[in-house]
T-cell receptor
């Protein structure tokens, strides 16, 4: 256990559905991240939150909408996704935005039909 | 654009073999290079390297950085089946909270 919990572990959704991914960290960190890992592609940073404020949006389409109500929780709201959005979505946290030691969750494996 | 290239992309060995994984990078403002092990889903931290020529070791794993030639290697000696995983290399810039990852090396250790 890394101290970062993601739910659900697997998600299958149609292109017209709306769903949300949840991430919770129990490490007392103040920075949280969403990464996308597609098959045979490098991990891609999507969003960064420091002290609940979004500090980075890596040109992510608006069909992905993050929410960070507090330093321990991070959500990724999904709507009208495309099949190419199928991937493993990983949440991570760190202390003070120090990426040198990210703690990752086990991810949500998303399939868009 | 920052770039991290890992090789090989996949590797199959027998238990007891020694393996060397490679990571080369092009980054504008280098701060550190990190190695992660991804078993099942969650990547876990292995090493952070900031200086050339200083070997970091943890059990059978070791890693070294060459900032002149812009690469790092990760060595695993006496491999075990539990070493089977994807090994990810990432480079951190000085400018912000960003890691650029390589594609990873899928290592399979057969008994």
């Amino acid at each position: 256990e890394t101290g970062v919990t993601q739910t659900p572990r697997h998600l299958v959704m149609g292109m017209t559905n709306k769903k949300s991914l949840k991430c919770e960290q129990h490490l007392g960190h103040n920075a949280m991240y969403w990464y996308k890992q597609s098959a045979k592609k490098p991990l891609e940073l999507m969003f960064v939150y420091n002290f609940k404020e979004q500090t980075e949006n890596n040109s992510v389409p608006s069909r992905f909408s993050p929410e960070c109500p507090n330093s321990s929780h991070l959500f990724l709201h999904l709507h009208t996704l495309q099949p190419e959005d199928s991937a493993l979505y990983l949440c991570a946290s760190s202390q003070g935005g120090a990426v040198e030691k990210l703690f990752f969750g086990s991810g949500t494996q998303l399939s868009v039909l | 654009e920052d770039k991290v290239v890992q090789s090989p992309l996949s590797l199959v060995v027998h238990e007891g073999d020694t393996v060397t994984l490679n990571c080369s990078y092009e980054v504008t403002n280098f701060r550190s290079l990190l190695w992660y092990k991804q078993e099942k889903k969650a990547p876990t931290f292995l090493f952070m390297l900031t200086s050339s020529g200083i070997e970091k070791k943890s059990g059978r794993l070791s890693s070294i950085l060459d900032k002149k030639e812009l690469f790092s290697i990760l060595n695993i000696t006496a491999t075990q089946t539990g070493d089977s995983a994807i090994y990810l290399c990432a480079v951190e810039e000085t400018s912000g909270s960003r890691l650029t990852f390589g594609e990873g090396t899928q290592l399979t250790v057969n008994p």
